[in-house]
């Protein structure tokens, strides 16, 4: 019995020590297992930052100085720049062609106020105050009529004179009165045509 004893002290010992053996397998197996792991890691986060790190300042602009960009869009900048001011200054010079053309081209002549009694069928006092300018066919006779205008008053003033207060009532009286006037203005200024005689004050007093 004291044998058997022994002997099973022996056999636990050696599975106790094969137990510890195979533990300690395990442990130097993993640590041979983890060990290339950790230093593909420890390389690739640095390299993985640094690209991630250079694509964002690349997109970012940060590197157009060192690798010649920022130059390039320096230069665009100003040619663009450079161009707009040019077409600005085109633009002003197009303006300041049509407000000369503007002025050479007005083909308006104001004819003096006039102030002529009216026909009173009740024998009251009555007035027409009347302003108008004459659009002419061309701007370039505008020094002709200017010199008829004397003749063209007499025109008008005689025709005025016998009109009524009632002649002179509603939208068609004032039709009345601008066909009138032109057909007149242009017996005036014959052979220099005026196109249409333009109300710019009409009072009846």
């Not at 964002?56 to 060192?66: E, R």
């Not at 300041?96 to 009216?118: C, K, Q, R, Y």
Request: no cysteine; net charge negative.
């Amino acid at each position: 019995m004291a044998d058997d004893d022994e002997d099973m002290e022996e056999g636990g010992a050696d599975n106790g020590a094969e137990g510890d053996d195979g533990a300690d397998g395990e442990a130097e197996a993993e640590e041979a297992g983890g060990l290339p792991l950790k230093k593909i890691l420890i390389i690739l986060v640095p390299l993985l930052l640094l690209t991630g790190g250079g694509a964002a300042a690349y997109f970012m602009g940060f590197l157009d100085p060192y690798i010649g960009g920022g130059a390039a869009a320096e230069e665009g900048a100003a040619e663009g720049g450079e161009s707009h001011g040019a077409a600005a200054s085109e633009s002003g010079g197009h303006g300041g062609g049509h407000g000369e053309g503007g002025e050479a081209s007005s083909n308006f002549l104001e004819i003096p106020t006039m102030i002529v009694n009216l026909n009173s069928e009740d024998g009251t006092p009555r007035y027409l105050r009347l302003t108008v300018q004459l659009e002419l066919a061309n701007s370039s006779d505008k020094d002709a009529v200017q010199a008829v205008i004397p003749r063209v008053v007499d025109q008008f003033q005689t025709y005025l004179r016998e009109l009524r207060v009632r002649d002179l009532r509603g939208s068609a009286g004032i039709y009345r009165l601008q066909m009138e006037l032109l057909w007149r203005v242009n017996q005036a200024a014959a052979p220099i045509e005026v196109k249409d005689v333009l109300f710019q004050e009409i009072l009846i007093q």
